[in-house]
């Protein structure tokens, strides 16, 4: 039964990756590839479709994608974007000119740009932060991370730990159900 509930995401061979992360917003699902992004809307069988939402950028990394608050933020090859109600905008640009960070994405100072597909982030909900886990010039591990202040939308970083080696990122209820970011190191322990 379900198979027969497909839907083809255009331009089909795009590029050998195909389909590189997704968002679930509220009212439509993203699909991203590495150059496209489209949204499936719906509400049955009968009227899903397919809507490109913009074919000059995707998505770069699967689990950099969060959804926070119906907002989606993902790495693409020149910056992070956000996708909300009102549509795409690149966060790494600041506000006003404040926080642009844009070189620390197009340049090879600060971060490996080949690991990009790679990258990790998570919401931080106590301190209300896009945190992005990233591997520094010269490396393959996630070892710096920067983090953008969802209220303030400035950026902070690059941050980095020596302490351990960071393989994933998420965030964990406790005993009280108090949502707290944590990451997951390669000697098999959580840090939060």
């Not at 991370?145 to 941050?159: A, F, Q, R």
Request: charged share 20%; with cysteine; hydrophobic share 40%.
């Amino acid at each position: 039964q379900w198979a027969s509930n497909r839907l083809s995401i255009p331009p089909k061979g795009y590029d050998s990756r195909g389909i590189t992360g997704f968002a679930a917003r509220r009212e439509a699902l993203g699909v991203g590839k590495s150059n496209v992004l489209h949204q499936i809307t719906g509400t049955s069988n009968d009227n899903f479709r397919v809507v490109k939402v913009s074919d000059q950028l995707g998505i770069e990394a699967a689990e950099s994608v969060v959804v926070y608050r119906d907002t989606a933020f993902w790495l693409w090859k020149d910056g992070v974007y956000a996708w909300d109600s009102s549509g795409i905008r690149c966060i790494s640009d600041g506000k006003a000119g404040k926080g642009n960070v844009r070189s620390w994405f197009t340049t090879d100072s600060y971060f490996n740009r080949n690991r990009f597909a790679n990258a990790i982030a998570q919401i931080d909900p106590i301190r209300n932060k896009y945190r992005l886990f990233l591997s520094a010039v010269g490396s393959s591990d996630l070892d710096r991370w920067v983090e953008y202040d969802l209220n303030e939308e400035t950026w902070w970083g690059p941050h980095q730990t020596a302490a351990f080696t960071i393989i994933s990122a998420m965030v964990v209820p406790s005993a009280n159900d108090v949502l707290a970011p944590m990451v997951g190191s390669s000697s098999g322990f959580m840090w939060q």
